[in-house]
């Protein structure tokens, strides 16, 4: 199984095609062909080894919001200094995201509350719910397709292997366990999550975090977390609900289950061939076998 975070890895591309292109007028046409070549190219590499290609999608009102109402807040002032029209993006990524749903063969999942990571999360750990083994009762071996840091502590799962578009290699993180605790502790500026030493709202308020040094470190992976002081542990414990993929709410699994078994491929064959058709996508056209 191919598991691809879509919003992450297509905004990967388009701010890669922006640099390599500077000045290319970012309208539907160029993202269609954006989105339509990265998807390509993935199942090109990998449906050999891992076979299935689903895309994984963002549901909106995350419920990790309700839990950190700052949760990704600094990203609307990312956008807004990129210089680029992302409503006018937004909506037209989600008319070609409609489009490939019917012209192509691949599976679109997506569930309301949750994020595309919480997803491809739910659907590697749930494998046999989802009829992903092989004759002899195996999982089958299953890539998770972004550049996104979080998704190290799922190769706890043997079967999980993670591509990395931005470098273009295929990884297995050595010690999942210690690749989320890192990351619980740091936190993640991209999402807006301090690290320990510093309120949660630190980035919001405009507060500098306080480092995190490597003794500190080196005593949680050897003793744990007892010895942290009372406003650490529940800064540890809030970084933790909001980065680890255990704690997504449990009545999120059976609903992606359903939405998964509900997303049956529409497009391939003469849709797909008349979609590319009617777009321009002569280069697609050309290499239409690339999409099975």
Sequence with gaps: MILVDYSGSMYSALHVELARNPGT???????????????????RKFKEDYGEMAICLEGGACWRKEVF?????????????????????????????????????WRFVQVRGLEADDVIAILAKNMESVGRTTLLGDVEPTLIVSNDKDYAQLQKLSWVSQYLPRNGTTTREPNPEHALIDLIVHGDKSDGIPNINSNINSFVDGERQKPITRTMMSSIFSSGTDFLTESQKKRYKENETLISFECIPEEYTEKVINAWKEAEPKGGGMKLFTYLAKNGL???????DDFK
């Excluded at 007028?25 to 199942?43: A, E, M, P, V, W």
């Excluded at 990312?78 to 210089?83: H, L, P, Q, V, Y």
């Excluded at 002569?282 to 239409?288: A, G, H, M, T």
Aim: some cysteine; glycine content about 4%.
């Design 69 to 105: 109402p700052n949760y990704k807040a600094g990203r609307a002032k990312a956008r807004i200094d990129s210089g680029i029209d992302w409503n006018a993006v937004f909506k037209d990524m989600n008319q070609i995201t409609d489009e490939l749903r019917e012209a192509t063969p």
């Design 282 to 288: 002569k280069e697609q056209l050309s290499r239409i």
């Design 25 to 43: 007028k970012c309208d539907i046409k160029f993202l269609r062909h954006c989105i339509l070549n990265q998807l390509r190219s993935y199942s």
